[in-house]
T-cell receptor, first 110, second 113 residues
Framework: ELKVEQNPLFLSMQEGKNYTIYCNYSTTSDRLYWYRQDPGKSLESLFVLLSNGAVKQEGRLMASLDTKARLSTLHITAAVHDLSATYFCAVGDNFNKFYFGSGTKLNVKP | DSGVTQTPKHLITATGQRVTLRCSPRSGDLSVYWYQQSLDQGLQFLIQYYNGEERAKGNILERFSAQQFPDLHSELNLSSLELGDSALYFC????????????FGPGTRLTVL
């Protein structure tokens, strides 16, 4: 079974700072998803990364995928309070199953 | 609003009972996915359907079953409920299967007493 490890699990940061969330996975995959979940809410899709070297950016968030290292990163630039949420990565395997990380709870302090 | 609807929003029932959760995908989407989110086990993929056919099965218990109907809505049936089945159940949809963006519904919160 594919394992997905996310770190850190908790991240408290000041507004205006940069930080990176890491997502490692255990077996080959070229399908990596990032989601955001606000407290008591559903998941919102942020990025879908489908090839080695894929990089996508939306606002202050940028995601990348290195399939050889089995690693994806979600980089936060100049954080703002509105980015406070829990961020999940998920990996799809060759059988169309999906495996989630434990989530990173981000708290951006004003 | 993702365009995916789920009913009911909340469900409270007793151990041993059976419940049905319903999901309507976004207009035009052919794939439906079911997920369970609990404090113990995090987010788990349960099952996926594409255009009425089961395409992938994850950590779905034998007491659980699902189907996708010709109008593409889907139902997740949970039977012989146990306390540990209490969780948020999300449905998601995508146009194709496997590599597309998945749009999540608001979820059904199931409480088993």
């Amino acid at each position: 079974e594919l394992k997905v490890e996310q770190n850190p699990l908790f991240l408290s940061m000041q507004e205006g700072k940069n930080y990176t969330i890491y997502c490692n996975y255990s077996t080959t995959s070229d399908r990596l998803y990032w989601y955001r979940q606000d407290p008591g809410k559903s998941l919102e899709s942020l990025f879908v990364l489908l090839s080695n070297g894929a990089v996508k950016q939306e606002g202050r968030l940028m995601a990348s995928l290195d399939t050889k290292a089995r690693l994806s990163t979600l980089h936060i630039t100049a954080a703002v309070h509105d980015l406070s949420a829990t961020y999940f990565c998920a990996v799809g395997d060759n059988f169309n199953k999906f495996y989630f990380g434990s989530g990173t709870k981000l708290n951006v302090k004003p | 609003d993702s365009g995916v609807t789920q009913t009911p929003k909340h469900l409270i029932t007793a151990t041993g009972q059976r419940v049905t959760l319903r999901c309507s995908p976004r207009s035009g989407d052919l794939s439906v996915y079911w997920y369970q989110q609990s404090l113990d086990q995090g987010l788990q993929f349960l099952i996926q359907y594409y255009n009425g056919e089961e395409r992938a099965k994850g950590n779905i218990l034998e007491r659980f079953s699902a189907q996708q109907f010709p109008d593409l809505h889907s139902e997740l049936n949970l039977s012989s409920l146990e306390l540990g089945d209490s969780a948020l159940y999300f449905c998601a949809s995508s146009y194709r299967q496997g590599r597309d963006t998945q749009y999540f519904g608001p979820g059904t919160r199931l409480t088993v007493l």
